[in-house]
Nanobody, 118 residues
Framework: VQLQASGGGTVQLGGSLRLSCVASGRTFSNYAMAWFRQAPGKEREFVSAIDLSGVTKSYADSVKGRFTVSKDKFKNTIYLQMNSLKPDDTALYYC????????????WGQGTLVTVSS
């Protein structure tokens, strides 16, 4: 599966952005999806995940209550709605996919940059 992330940009403290990740090449419903991010000088970290059905969602503690992940199966797309953004949210955001039953995310998009200024 190929993944294409978009929607990054520069916002001020407290602003909002919505990231999108379009999947192509395989049956979308067979993949669990997730968002990760990597800030400058830091390791990549988990942000949020959504299961195959789009029902079960999980979030890193640092984004709970501010970020919302969703899935549109008809558009083969997942979204990450990010509200109340902070400078600490500044990072390159990646979407990832793993096939049903897989333990690791095997497929990665190219990343979209989010910059939050204070």
């Amino acid at each position: 599966v190929q993944l294409q992330a978009s929607g990054g940009g520069t916002v001020q403290l407290g602003g909002s952005l919505r990231l999108s990740c379009v999947a192509s090449g395989r049956t979308f419903s067979n993949y669990a999806m997730a968002w990760f991010r990597q800030a400058p000088g830091k390791e990549r970290e988990f942000v949020s995940a959504i299961d195959l059905s789009g029902v079960t969602k999980s979030y890193a503690d640092s984004v709970k209550g501010r970020f919302t992940v969703s899935k549109d199966k008809f558009k083969n797309t997942i979204y990450l709605q990010m509200n109340s953004l902070k400078p600490d949210d500044t990072a390159l955001y990646y979407c990832a996919a793993k096939l049903r039953g897989a333990s690791e995310y095997e497929h990665w998009g190219q990343g979209t940059l989010v910059t939050v200024s204070s």
